[in-house]
Nanobody, 124 residues
């Protein structure tokens, strides 16, 4: 049984920062890709960022525009998302996910395990 536990969401004013964490436990395996997705109210889930096991490959959605940074600590089975200069349009539930056999370019249906989501609300 693999469990993904996210933390770090909350309410922040525009221009503020948040750091999301996602800790995986159980038989998540080795060399997995870690990803972050989000779902805004009334919208479909969308890709935010992904990082390879070695951290040598990283991909961001275009809307990140240098504001977010994805990283990981493999010894802790934890993936992070540092979000700076948050804007109201970033308001969403953020989900972390793990893909055991995928790449940073994998679509969301190829991710194997998902967290429960953490709410990020940015006020104007």
């Amino acid at each position: 049984q693999v469990q993904m536990v996210e933390s770090g969401g909350g309410l922040v004013q525009a221009g503020g920062s948040l750091r999301l964490s996602c800790a995986a436990s159980g038989r998540v395996g080795r060399s997995y890709v870690g990803g972050w997705f989000r779902r805004a109210p009334g919208k479909e889930r969308e890709f935010v960022a992904a990082i390879s096991w070695s951290e040598t490959s990283i991909r961001y959605a275009d809307f990140v525009r240098g504001r977010f940074t994805i990283s990981r600590e493999n010894a802790k089975n934890t993936v992070y998302l540092q979000m700076n200069n948050l804007q109201p349009e970033d308001t969403a539930v953020y989900y972390c996910a793990v893909s055991r056999d995928g790449t940073i370019d994998s679509p969301d249906h190829l991710y194997d395990y998902w967290g429960q989501g953490t709410q990020v609300t940015v006020s104007s």
